[in-house]
Each structure stands twice: as structure tokens, then as C-alpha cells.
């Protein structure tokens, strides 16, 4: 309560604070009270009974994302561990059976609606996790799609986008579905 107060009162931004991992019992209270923005991630759980949090569980002073830059994409980590994967499209996705070994455009685009319905007062997507619900637009390796491995030196930072911005533009179909996606959940 001494330093934040002092941070929050030079900004007339929102400020959002990255209170992942090992966080003091005392640092949700406090960033509630000031009203600073939670960071919500699917895979990141904060309660340490629960394998995935839920984005329609979000708290309103908060941020939602399914990844982070520092995280594979939905794509990538849709392969990275079967039974992590099989429990998610059984649990968060609803879905009988078993799960598809790569993840379909549908799982991509049912994860990103999760995320828009939320309640959260902020929905935040990496442009490969929107692109992940194309067919066409996706890259073919979702390893290709990873911005940032934290723990290896040679692979920070190296992703960059397959397609231009102007290719992007001219996919109306692509665009008209995701700005339907945002109008109809309010964002």
C-alpha cells in the first residue's frame, strides 16, 4: 500500500497487475482495493485444486487470455500433453469422447468465445490464437506459432507473422465472423 497507490496516481491508464505464481496472500485484496486489473489464464489456474480456470468465472476486474508470450498457443499446447488435453475437451469444452489429436479450428474458435463471454472487464487473445480458428489463415506447425521459451536463450522473441497485414485485411469472411464474435458477446 505504499508504492502501488504512488504508481497508480501517475497514470490515468488501467493498470493490470501480473499476479501469477507464487503471489503473497495479501496481493489480491490490495489490488482489489485499488482496482487493479487480475491477470486471468486458462491454463494457469490460481487455485491450486483446479487443473484449468474458468473464463466465465472471471472477476470483473480482471484481464482473461487462454496464452501469453511467454506460453505456446492454444494450437501448440493442444499437443503437448494428451491427458492434459483429454480432461480440457472433456471438462472446459463440454465435449464427449476422445479428444482430437490436433486442434481443429472449431477448438480454437471455442476457446476464443469462452474467452470474449467472459465477464472480465478485458479479453486479450495472441493474433496466432485468432488465427487458430482458420483453416486458411493458421500456420501449418503450431510450433512455428510460439513467441517466447522464458527458459531457452536462443528462443526468445522469434516469432513473426506468416501473412501481411493487407492479406489479413482482404480476408473479409475471416474478418466479418471475428467481428461478429466481438459485437455479439459486448466487447
Known amino acids: 500500500m505504499k508504492k502501488l497507490p504512488r504508481l497508480k496516481a501517475v497514470t490515468n491508464m488501467l493498470v493490470c497487475g501480473e499476479d501469477l505464481g507464487m503471489v503473497p496472500d495479501t496481493v489480491p485484496g490490495v489490488m482489489k482495493q485499488l482496482g487493479i486489473l487480475s491477470l486471468e489464464i486458462q491454463r494457469m489456474p490460481k487455485q491450486q485444486d483446479t487443473t484449468f480456470f474458468n ?6 476486474l480482471s484481464v482473461v487470455t487462454p496464452s501469453t508470450h511467454d506460453m505456446s498457443t492454444i ?5 503437448e500433453n494428451r491427458t492434459l488435453t483429454q480432461q480440457f475437451y472433456n471438462t472446459e469444452l463440454g465435449q464427449s469422447g476422445e479428444a482430437p489429436y490436433f486442434c481443429e479450428p472449431w477448438i480454437n474458435r471455442a476457446i476464443v468465445l469462452q474467452h470474449l ?20 489463415l493458421r500456420r501449418e506447425n503450431p510450433e512455428d506459432e510460439r513467441i517466447n521459451v522464458p527458459a531457452n536463450p536462443q528462443h526468445y522473441w522469434r516469432y513473426r507473422m506468416h501473412i501481411s497485414l493487407e492479406q489479413l485485411i482482404k480476408e473479409k469472411n475471416f474478418n466479418e465472423e471475428l467481428k461478429g464474435y466481438v459485437q455479439h458477446s459486448g466487447r
Open 75 to 79: 494450437r501448440g499446447w493442444w499437443q
Open 117 to 136: 463471454y467472459s465477464p472480465a472487464m478485458w479479453s486479450i487473445f495472441q493474433l496466432q490464437d485468432i488465427l487458430g480458428m482458420s483453416a486458411e
Open 55 to 60: 473464463p466465465a468465472k472471471a472477476p470483473y
